[in-house]
């Protein structure tokens, strides 16, 4: 089965340094295959025939402390699971200079449509939606500064979610199909 990991909080602002390729190797040597990594924020696609995603999670998070000594978190997506992510992102968003869209995926203690009522987003500045699995957001970027999402950092909410611009969420897609 095609699966991405979404690594939290890694190559961000020169903390919690890790290389791609010494992290594609790592992941070899957990046992996973096909290993695709995209870009340097902690993107991983790999297939693995046999293991649940709580077992994938676990190997890869005790892998990475192992290696690198870093206690990072691993959010694990099947192909279908973030094919539907994927898919809910309205056509028109864009990640430019006229718009910034983001996926917040949840971690699973946060997983509800309820999560929408921790966000304090401006419904006539943002565009706030909840699909399984992550929230989506976007707003016009004369307009971010008085976003109410960038409240979300230092919350207990924001350590349970790991963030992506729309821009990677559709590569990621895109190259998961290819497996």
């Given at each position: 089965?095609?699966?991405?990991?979404?690594?939290?909080?890694?190559?961000?602002?020169?903390?919690?340094?890790?290389?791609?390729?010494?992290?594609?190797?790592?992941?070899?040597?957990?046992?996973?295959?096909?290993?695709?990594?995209?870009?340097?924020?902690?993107?991983?696609?790999?297939?693995?025939?046999?293991?649940?995603?709580?077992?994938?999670?676990?190997?890869?998070?005790?892998?990475?402390?192992?290696?690198?000594?870093?206690?990072?978190?691993?959010?694990?997506?099947?192909?279908?699971?973030?094919?539907?992510?994927?898919?809910?992102?309205?056509?028109?968003?864009?990640n430019d200079d006229a718009m910034k869209s983001?996926?917040?995926?949840?971690?699973?203690?946060?997983?509800?449509?309820?999560?929408?009522?921790?966000?304090?987003?401006?419904?006539?500045?943002?565009?706030?939606?909840?699909?399984?699995?992550?929230?989506?957001?976007?707003?016009?970027?004369?307009k971010a500064t008085r976003s109410g999402m960038?409240?979300?950092?230092?919350?207990?909410?924001?350590?349970?979610?790991?963030?992506?611009?729309?821009?990677?969420?559709?590569?990621?897609?895109?190259?998961?199909?290819?497996?």
């Amino acid at each position: 089965m095609v699966y991405v990991a979404l690594l939290r909080g890694i190559n961000v602002g020169g903390n919690n340094k890790i290389d791609m390729k010494m992290l594609k190797r790592m992941f070899e040597e957990a046992g996973m295959t096909a290993v695709k990594t995209y870009i340097n924020s902690g993107n991983i696609i790999f297939t693995d025939a046999s293991r649940s995603k709580k077992g994938i999670t676990a190997i890869l998070e005790e892998a990475i402390f192992t290696h690198f000594g870093l206690r990072i978190k691993v959010l694990v997506y099947s192909f279908e699971e973030f094919r539907v992510i994927a898919e809910a992102i309205p056509a028109e968003w864009t990640n430019d200079d006229a718009m910034k869209s983001d996926v917040l995926f949840l971690w699973e203690e946060v997983n509800a449509e309820s999560v929408l009522d921790g966000l304090t987003a401006k419904p006539e500045i943002d565009s706030v939606y909840y699909v399984q699995g992550a929230v989506l957001w976007s707003v016009d970027r004369d307009k971010a500064t008085r976003s109410g999402m960038a409240k979300i950092i230092g919350t207990p909410l924001y350590k349970l979610v790991t963030i992506r611009n729309i821009n990677t969420v559709r590569k990621l897609y895109e190259l998961m199909q290819v497996e």
